[in-house]
């Protein structure tokens, strides 16, 4: 994807793991050709009051594709993502069939060439995510998959987790883990406390998350493979991460949005809007999370963006499937509620998670010359009011809906194609 016009990033403040400084940027031919003062180009992108960063990457996207099209599509599922400033995306092989076999790799891939954002693809660990069977990893990371993961569930059986492990050391892969533990999570719909209690609806305790994050963590020490741990919820959670990291382990970790901005309180109101997987825990929990994205044991925020069509979000909260968006609306919830210098919590949405999956060679690269031209310009003291039928994904369930937020997308570059222009989707 390149662009033979000249494009300048005019007026803008420069945040990149490099450091921070006031320039144009002019990008050519899908990279960077100048970084500087006054700088001119066939066409100009007003970037005043805005920051100029490296483009997002989340490494948690669910875009329904192929099975659930009502939902989501690889196509709107990244106009959404540009929009919400990210350059790069990994989809989450929780579909119908299962992104468990290189034909329906390859068939993601496909759909994701002609999308205005960089979709990688992740793989099952096991056959249709059943839990019983080691998928054809090696088939599928032959295609590029670096991500593994049977998200929507975690793996079950420890001797077979043992086994991927040592299989993904070979492969020079990351198995994510989406730690639940079926047994204890049994029935629940929430996470179990007081308001589980209160309002009568059955519950998960933080223990059925946090049993699976130790037994991973032993995993990972056993066969030494690089283990991502998914949307960690809880403060006994990040306690053991932060443990496993200062131990040396290869271990890496991420928060979702909604993880470090609402509560189980949330779902006081019955409305499964608030349904999600690991639940809303509590507020300590809540500063638990923040907590550890400000030390960085949680070094990557993720979106989990989790489409639902509204047929199946209006049922009742028990029969409600958990999910909830999140692309449209992550920096501006990082902007708003954590207190994190700018660089920090650029790094959580972009060059760290890209070096988690093997592409911080395209994204998260710093906003230099003869670098990819994959970059966000946001202006972060824009204030929005959110509006689930604003926004690009075909679902709704947005937890936000109505609340007034900070930090807007203004542009977005991927590969030097401004696919986002004025806070206006291009294609
Ligand atoms: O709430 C969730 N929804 N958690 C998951 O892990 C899966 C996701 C989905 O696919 O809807």
Same mark, same amino acid.
């Given at each position: 994807?390149?662009?033979t ?19 144009d940027v ?56 540009? +929009? ?11 579909t ?70 040592e299989?993904?050391?070979? +492969? ?14 049994g029935?629940?719909h ?89 639940? +809303? ?18 070094g ?37 509620? +954590? ?59 947005t ?8 930090g ?20």
């Amino acid at each position: 994807m390149t662009n033979t016009h000249s494009v300048v990033i005019k007026g803008g403040h420069i945040v990149d793991s490099t450091g921070q400084r006031d320039a144009d940027v002019v990008v050519v031919d899908g990279r960077i050709a100048a970084v500087g003062e006054d700088l001119s180009a066939d066409r100009t992108l007003d970037a005043a009051g805005c920051i100029v960063s490296p483009g997002f990457v989340d490494i948690h996207s669910h875009l329904r594709e192929p099975g659930k099209e009502e939902a989501e599509t690889v196509e709107t599922g990244a106009r959404g993502a540009a +929009l919400g400033g990210y350059s790069a995306i990994v989809a989450m092989p929780n579909t119908t069939p299962a992104i468990d076999s290189a034909a329906v790799v390859r068939q993601v891939q496909e759909l994701g060439r002609v999308a205005p954002c960089d979709v990688h693809v992740s793989g099952a660990i096991t056959v249709d995510r059943a839990g019983e069977q080691l998928a054809p990893m090696a088939e599928m990371a032959a295609l590029g998959v670096r991500l593994f993961t049977d998200d929507g569930a975690g793996v079950q059986d420890n001797a077979l987790m043992r086994r991927a492990m040592e299989y993904s050391v070979g +492969l020079g892969v990351v198995l994510a883990q989406h730690c639940e533990d079926d047994a204890l999570c049994g029935g629940g719909h929430m996470h179990e406390g007081e308001w589980s209690a209160r309002l009568g609806i059955a519950g998960q305790p933080a223990e059925a998350e946090e049993l699976m994050v130790m037994r991973d963590i032993a995993l990972a020490r056993l066969t030494g493979a690089r283990v991502h741990f998914q949307h960690m919820s809880t403060a006994r959670s990040v306690a053991m991460i932060r443990e496993a990291i200062a131990a040396g382990l290869a271990v890496t970790a991420e928060a979702t949005t909604h993880h470090f901005t609402l509560t189980h309180a949330q779902c006081a109101s019955y409305d499964p809007v608030f349904k999600v997987n690991p639940p +809303l825990r509590t507020a300590e929990d809540v500063a638990a999370v923040k907590a550890g994205l400000a030390d960085g044991a949680i070094g990557i925020i993720a979106t989990d963006h989790a489409p639902h069509a509204a047929e199946t979000k209006e049922l009742p909260f028990d029969q409600a499937p958990p999910g909830m968006l999140g692309l449209e609306t992550a920096l501006a919830l990082c902007l708003t509620e +954590l207190q994190l210098p700018i660089e920090q919590i650029i790094a959580a949405l972009s060059w760290r998670p890209a070096a988690v999956v093997g592409i911080g060679d395209q994204h998260g690269r710093p906003i230099a010359t003869g670098e990819p031209a994959n970059i966000a310009v946001f202006d972060p003291e824009y204030r929005w009011t959110v509006r689930g039928s604003d926004m690009a994904s075909r679902s709704t369930n947005t937890p936000y809906e109505g609340r007034e937020l900070r930090g807007k997308v203004r542009h977005t570059l991927l590969f030097g194609e401004p696919v986002v222009i004025s806070g206006e989707a291009q294609r």
